[in-house]
Structure formats: C-alpha cells, structure tokens
Nanobody
Framework: QVQLVESGGGLVQAGGSLRLSCAAS????????MGWFRQAPGKEREFVAA????????YYKDSVKGRFTISRDNGKNTAFLQMNSLKPEDTAVYYC??????????????????WGQGTQVTVSS
C-alpha cells in the first residue's frame, strides 16, 4: 500500500520559515518525480514545486522562486520543501505528490499518481 505522509506544517509569522517533509512508503520512491501543491480555501489546487527522481532538475511556481527550495533524500524515501520568507498569501494546505516521469508536466495535478493527505500552513501578518 502506497502512502505519502506530509509533516512540518503549522502557524508562523510573516517572514518566518517552515520545512515540510513528505515520507513515502510502498512505492519505488527513487524512481518517481515528486511535487508539492497547495490549496487555499475557495481556490483550486495549485502547483508549487517539483523535483525529478534524480534530483538534477527542479521547477517552481514563479511566486515562490527564491523563497522555497524542494529537495529529496532517496535513501530515506523523503521529499522536502523548505519555505523561507513566508507571506500570508502562502497560507494553504500543502500536499506532496508522486508520479513516474511527470517532470515535463510537473504543474498538472492529474499527472501524479499518489497524493498525501496534506498539512496546513498558516502565515499570520
């Protein structure tokens, strides 16, 4: 059974930092591209960042470039999203997702096969 479990969300003041983790089990993690998405209340789920299975390619939503960093540790079956200089508009539920060879369509949610349950990130002003 495939499981993706996010952790690391919480409440932080604007300008602060959080590090999200996504622990995978039951899947050949090192062969899957990983993505992070977020969904704010009343809005559609949107792409945040993605990383190729080999970790040699990364992609970001324009508004998070320079503030967020996606990474992965294939030995620990875990993906990360380091979020710095957080803004109130970053408030959302953050989801990690896994899919085979999705990096060329990384922004498209339907390309991903497995999803986590989400972790809440709230940034206060």
């Amino acid at each position: 059974q495939v499981q993706l479990v996010e952790s690391g969300g919480g409440l932080v003041q604007a300008g602060g930092s959080l590090r999200l983790s996504c622990a995978a089990s039951g899947v050949a993690f090192s062969t899957y591209d990983m993505g992070w998405f977020r969904q704010a209340p009343g809005k559609e789920r949107e792409f945040v960042a993605a990383i190729k299975w080999s970790a040699d390619s990364t992609y970001y939503k324009d508004s998070v470039k320079g503030r967020f960093t996606i990474s992965r540790d294939n030995g620990k079956n875990t993906a990360f999203l380091q979020m710095n200089s957080l803004k109130p508009e970053d408030t959302a539920v953050y989801y990690c997702a896994a899919g085979p060879s999705v990096i060329t369509s990384a922004t498209v949610p339907s390309k991903y096969v497995y999803w986590g349950q989400g972790t809440q990130v709230t940034v206060s002003s």
